[in-house]
């Protein structure tokens, strides 16, 4: 790790403002991804702002919207009754991601914004379009087992890691972030960028903007929803695959539904075209299996990871199996 300046935050503007003054400069909130890659010499910033006293840990009911902070911690949200009631798929994520202890020092704005967990990213001496923009990816033709299917580019093929995001996309959350123009509202499905030709860019933030929240909308779709989690081993590991979804019905019949998958994709990936083929279809394994076949359309693989596109689809049948079995909402 290379020498760098902390300093301590009292408030977003400030935080914000020490940031901007140091290219390169990073927040801190749990630091349980950061300091990860500072050690590995991924990360090199000359200042790293301290920003975890600030009040943004308030979990909140705001009319038909709970308002989660970007500091609230990820074991906090996970058990708190508004999270779980309303958004069971947000909980179960939430759940499922690292260890108990990880969780109690992890936030959920930096949960959003952490980085994939590539060997070629991770380790210096490979080539990485993401790390080292227009210096190749190693991982193209390496060991690539674990990476992604799902909207990938010459440039990078490096699957994003998180369970929250997965979950927040299918339930048509909003990331709430703070800037010089004040504060602005994106949607989380756009705030991922997929690699093309810059995979180092990889969300919507510009250089000095904070995210403050998160916001999801209270309705009986969410209240019926369910994440499913594959990995090789029990806990404290990363998704093969994963799935989020919500449906609700009207009497046999699947009047709206919300899919996303992880493990699979370089963003946390929205199956649009898999909810098109399950609104007004009959509720049942034939509908789930064609929701399936249509959400791993297009999917590209390498030589090593093509076994997820199967084990993607056997996921989504019983993902949404378990949700439908969850009675009407």
Not at 107 to 131: D, P
Request: with cysteine; aromatic share 6%; charged share 25%.
């Amino acid at each position: 790790m290379r020498a760098f300046d902390f300093v301590a935050a009292d408030s977003a503007s400030a935080a914000r403002t020490l940031v901007r003054e140091v290219p390169g400069a990073r927040f801190y909130a749990g630091g349980t991804t950061l300091v990860d890659l500072m050690k590995a010499d991924v990360e090199q910033p000359a200042r790293v702002v301290d920003i975890s006293r600030l009040p943004l840990t308030a979990i909140e009911r705001r009319g038909e919207v709970v308002r989660i902070g970007a500091l609230a911690r990820n074991s906090d949200a996970a058990y708190d009754p508004l999270i779980a009631g309303n958004f069971p798929a947000v909980a179960q994520a939430l759940l499922s991601g690292a260890s108990g202890q990880i969780r109690n020092a992890a936030t959920i704005g930096g949960n959003l914004l952490q980085r994939t967990r590539c060997t070629y990213f991770r380790e210096t001496r490979w080539r990485c379009n993401k790390r080292e923009p227009g210096s190749g990816c190693d991982a193209l033709d390496g060991f690539n087992r674990g990476h992604a299917v799902l909207g990938t580019s010459e440039a990078c093929i490096a699957t994003y890691p998180g369970d929250l995001a997965v979950a927040l996309v299918a339930l048509d959350a909003h990331v709430v972030i703070e800037g010089e123009q004040g504060e602005r509202t994106v949607a989380l499905v756009d705030f991922y960028r997929l690699p093309g030709d810059r995979p180092d860019r990889e969300t919507a933030l510009e250089f000095g903007e904070l995210i403050t929240a998160v916001e999801l909308r209270i309705e009986p779709l969410h209240a019926r929803s369910s994440y499913l989690k594959v990995r090789d081993r029990a806990s404290y590991e990363f998704a093969l695959v994963s799935v989020a979804c919500a449906l609700r019905t009207d009497g046999d019949r699947i009047a709206e539904a919300r899919l996303a998958l992880g493990g699979v994709a370089t963003v946390p990936w929205r199956a649009s075209a898999a909810e098109g083929a399950l609104t007004g279809a009959a509720a049942g394994e034939a509908a789930y299996r064609t929701a399936a076949e249509a959400a791993l359309e297009g999917a590209r693989t390498r030589p090593h990871n093509a076994f997820k596109v199967e084990l993607a689809r056997r996921a989504i049948v019983r993902a949404l199996r378990t949700t439908a079995g969850r009675g009407a909402a």
